[in-house]
């Protein structure tokens, strides 16, 4: 179980190292520099070398590590609050973007929520934005607390920055479906048991109809370019979460191949291609990681510290050091 942890950080980082470099670009533009299949391989972009990730996955750790700050403060004081820790960890990052290294071309809506200073909630709405940038940041909710409760707090981890409904659930159904994966489920039940959660909320509907659609695509002969394009961009919580549920599913063996699917598409290639990381990575573990990927990745050390230090938490029960997370 400790490899599906690890699978899921280091998986969601590869994804988004795969796919920054063709963000924003078009298929055709993709395969004209890089040939027919597309990116293949890590890639420089932007002045950033090889193996960097984008701030997908700087968020992602940021709300990794907030959870582990609640969960032991809680342990600690009684007092359960896992929200406003995984928000200061935010603000954090907010602050870091004023170094140029660290800066990875975050959305203008998380930079926005953030900056306010104040911390939105499903009840009182912070923006009304269904960007991606609430699902990206949260599949490490699904290792850090049992089904259900995971759904409904990565909803309240992405109502900080984004308001809509389509904002927000979808990242309470990664995180469901997460906790399905490392328990041993397969994606296609994880995703039956996650459905479920999802109808109890309120403004369900348009994430629900992407999950169906890109579960149906998946179970019929379609050219997978088409397919894609047919769920959309990513640009939008249900889009994004659409997409990298298809490319899962066609590939759902095989864990090269689905990122490679998720980031080459004319959209947010390194949102789709985190979440499909975190998917796969989750369902197979590290070893289903390419093994050269793992080493280019930036910071791939600490990101599979902090994996055995949720696994040591969150499913052993031991408390770590509050030194080594400083809040």
């Known amino acids: 179980m400790i490899n599906?942890?690890?699978?899921?950080?280091?998986?969601?980082?590869?994804?988004?190292?795969?796919?920054?470099?063709?963000?924003?670009?078009?298929?055709?533009?993709?395969?004209?520099?890089?040939?027919?299949?597309?990116?293949?391989?890590f890639e420089n972009w932007k002045g950033f070398k090889a193996g960097s990730y984008s701030d997908d996955t700087q968020m992602s750790l940021a709300t990794a590590i907030g959870c582990i700050l609640g969960y032991q403060n809680w342990r600690k004081t009684g007092v359960f609050n896992t929200v406003s820790m995984v928000y200061r960890k935010y603000l954090e990052w907010f602050e870091s973007q004023n170094d140029s290294f660290q800066r990875r071309f975050p959305g203008n809506t998380t930079l926005s929520a953030l900056e306010s200073g104040q911390m939105g909630t499903t009840a009182i709405k912070i923006n009304n934005s269904k960007g991606c940038g609430g699902v990206t940041r949260t599949a490490p909710v699904g290792l850090a607390f049992p089904n259900d409760m995971?759904?409904?707090?990565?909803?309240?981890?992405?109502?900080?920055?984004?308001?809509?409904?389509?904002?927000?659930?979808?990242?309470?159904?990664?995180?469901?479906?997460?906790?399905?994966?490392?328990?041993?489920?397969?994606?296609?039940?994880s995703i039956k048991l996650s459905i479920t959660l999802l109808k109890t909320f309120e403004g369900?509907?348009?994430?629900?109809?992407?999950?169906?659609?890109?579960?149906?695509?998946?179970?019929?002969?379609?050219n997978a370019d088409k397919a894609i394009q047919e769920l959309g961009g990513g640009w939008v919580g249900e889009e994004a979460l659409a997409i990298a549920l298809y490319c899962a599913l066609i590939h759902e063996n095989?864990?090269?191949?689905?990122?490679?699917?998720?980031?080459?598409?004319?959209?947010?290639?390194?949102?789709?291609?985190?979440?499909?990381?975190?998917?796969?990575?989750?369902?197979?573990?590290?070893?289903?990681?390419?093994?050269?990927?793992?080493?280019?990745?930036?910071?791939s050390e600490n990101i599979i510290r902090i994996a055995e230090d949720m696994f040591r938490l969150f499913k052993k029960g031991e408390m770590l050091s509050f030194d080594k997370y400083p809040s």
Not at 4 to 14: D, I, P, W
Not at 152 to 161: Q, S
Not at 265 to 284: E, K, N, P, R, W
């Open 4 to 41: 599906k942890y690890k699978g899921c950080l280091l998986g969601l980082a590869a994804g988004d190292a795969l796919g920054a470099p063709v963000e924003f670009r078009s298929l055709q533009k993709i395969r004209e520099k890089y040939g027919k299949k597309g990116i293949t391989d």
């Open 204 to 222: 369900h509907e348009k994430t629900l109809n992407k999950i169906k659609h890109a579960r149906k695509l998946s179970s019929v002969r379609k």
């Open 150 to 189: 995971a759904f409904r707090e990565g909803v309240k981890f992405a109502a900080i920055t984004h308001g809509h409904p389509s904002g927000y659930l979808p990242a309470g159904f990664l995180s469901e479906m997460i906790t399905h994966l490392v328990a041993g489920k397969t994606l296609r039940g």
């Open 254 to 299: 095989n864990f090269k191949n689905g990122v490679l699917a998720a980031v080459n598409h004319s959209g947010d290639s390194d949102s789709t291609g985190s979440i499909t990381g975190a998917l796969l990575g989750t369902l197979h573990g590290k070893e289903a990681i390419p093994k050269h990927w793992i080493l280019k990745l930036e910071n």
